[in-house]
């Protein structure tokens, strides 16, 4: 084998200089492996934070904001309350949204309402002051808000019934809409909001 027999030849001096040149490698190749398996643990780690919401058993340091566009979300009307500390949980409901989701939605607050009536804000967007306690027999205080009224900083359309968890800063955390197709997605939510508000 030449190489062995170059080795061989080699004087002691140079023969260390190899065999250091070799451990050098090994130890490269060894280091980029352990950093590939540490960077995919550190991957999946993430990857599981970010599965999980407001409501996990964590917090998630790379939430970040809900965004609509490019910048996130802010809420700007100052017809709608926003807490000095903790989260502010803001509903918004038009007479636009499809009947099926507001009747789901009014279904989950009613229920969420009676144990969290001071944690919730809800508002209807329309004209049709007794549109949800009289169309739907929604049992919350809501407050009327004119529909023309800007309520987020950027164009999200309020059509169907939305919910907007909010820091002190009136930034968008989380945003749930209501869907026809997507009950079941409302139930869950409405679960672990009430699991969230308890644990406030």
Request: aromatic share 10%; proline share 3%; hydrophobic share 40%.
């Amino acid at each position: 084998m030449p190489f062995i027999d170059f080795i061989m030849g080699m004087q002691m001096k140079d023969k260390t200089f190899v065999l250091i040149i070799i451990l050098l490698g090994l130890l490269n190749v060894w280091s980029l492996y352990t950093n590939n398996q540490r960077q995919a643990q550190i991957d999946s780690y993430k990857s599981q934070i970010q599965k999980m919401s407001l409501f996990g058993k964590g917090t998630n340091p790379d939430w970040g904001f809900e965004k609509v566009g490019k910048t996130p979300a802010k809420i700007v009307a100052p017809e709608v309350d926003i807490k000095k500390e903790g989260l502010t949980i803001s509903i918004f409901f038009t007479d636009r949204g499809c009947l099926t989701c507001v009747e789901n939605e009014v279904k989950n607050i009613n229920q969420l309402f009676q144990d969290h009536t001071s944690k919730l804000n809800v508002y209807l967007m329309s004209h049709n002051k007794s549109y949800l306690s009289r169309l739907f027999g929604a049992k919350f205080v809501y407050k009327n808000l004119d529909p023309e009224v800007k309520v987020l900083d950027n164009d999200f359309d309020f059509g169907n019934p939305v919910v907007l968890i909010t820091d002190v800063n009136g930034l968008v955390h989380r945003i749930h809409i209501g869907e026809k197709e997507n009950v079941k997605k409302s139930d869950q939510f409405y679960k672990e909001l009430d699991s969230l508000l308890s644990s406030l």
